[in-house]
T-cell receptor, first 115, second 113 residues
Framework: EAGVTQFPSHSVIEKGQTVTLRCDPI?????LYWYRRVMGKEIKFLLH????????ESGMPNNRFLAERTGGTYSTLKVQPAELEDSGVYFC?????????????FGPGTRLTVT | KQEVTQIPAALSVPEGENLVLNCSFT??????LQWFRQDPGKGLTSLLL?????REQTSGRLNASLDKSSGRSTLYIAASQPGDSATYLC????????????FGAGTILRVKS
């Protein structure tokens, strides 16, 4: 069974440009999460999808970030326009349906560098 | 608001030693706690998941314990090996904060050969 995959693995863009990150969860996992780790800080939650619906987007830093999960399969996270402070590693995770008990499986992350 | 602290921030031990990593959390009403391992430049690998009703979980040389009432978990690594060198992260899921995981800053472990 394939794990969580993310694309690209690395992205270097200039301030003001747009970047779109993609996450493919484990097949059959209804829950999909985005997290990020900026330099020197803990991994922080961004948002949570249940199928195609946003269940919790309390961690999204501002309206420059837009996440979608059309059809309840893969998800994209768009940053537009990118700022220097957006640099970090963006992780995607998925878990089975239901709440509370299920283990979250993480992808390898996308390292975003904004110059 | 849940906060997770990991001690120590870094640890260097000779090969073969048994070691303990500590994790504490402020809100004891958790669903579960996960221990992860992260190798440099790589993603997170889930090591152990302990449900709130459990006291410990074991996998190979790893044993994680949970004392919910005191807000603590420990990860015990037996007979450490250089391949255990990585960053170890603990994260909790709390009913009051949806399904998100709240992470500690991690412990950087180096096992010297």
């Amino acid at each position: 069974e394939a794990g969580v995959t993310q694309f690209p693995s690395h992205s270097v863009i200039e301030k003001g440009q747009t970047v779109t990150l993609r996450c493919d969860p484990i097949s059959g996992h209804d829950n999909l999460y985005w997290y990020r780790r900026v330099m020197g800080k803990e991994i922080k939650f961004l948002l949570h999808f249940v199928k195609e619906s946003k269940q919790d987007e309390s961690g999204m830093p501002n309206n420059r970030f837009l996440a979608e999960r059309t059809g309840g399969t893969y998800s994209t996270l768009k940053v537009q326009p990118a700022e220097l402070e957006d640099s970090g590693v963006y992780f995607c995770a998925s878990s089975q349906a239901g709440q509370g008990s299920y283990e979250q499986y993480f992808g390898p992350g996308t390292r975003l560098t904004v110059t | 608001k849940q906060e997770v602290t990991q001690i120590p921030a870094a640890l260097s031990v000779p090969e073969g030693e048994n070691l303990v990593l500590n994790c504490s959390f402020t809100d004891s009403a958790i669903y579960n706690l996960q221990w992860f391992r992260q190798d440099p430049g790589k993603g997170l690998t889930s090591l152990l998941l302990i449900q709130s009703s459990q006291r410990e979980q074991t996998s190979g040389r790893l044993n994680a314990s949970l004392d919910k009432s005191s807000g603590r978990s420990t990860l015990y690594i037996a007979a450490s090996q250089p391949g255990d060198s990585a960053t170890y992260l603990c994260a909790v899921r709390t009913p009051g904060e949806g399904n998100k995981l709240v992470f500690g800053a991690g412990t950087i472990l180096r096992v010297k050969s």
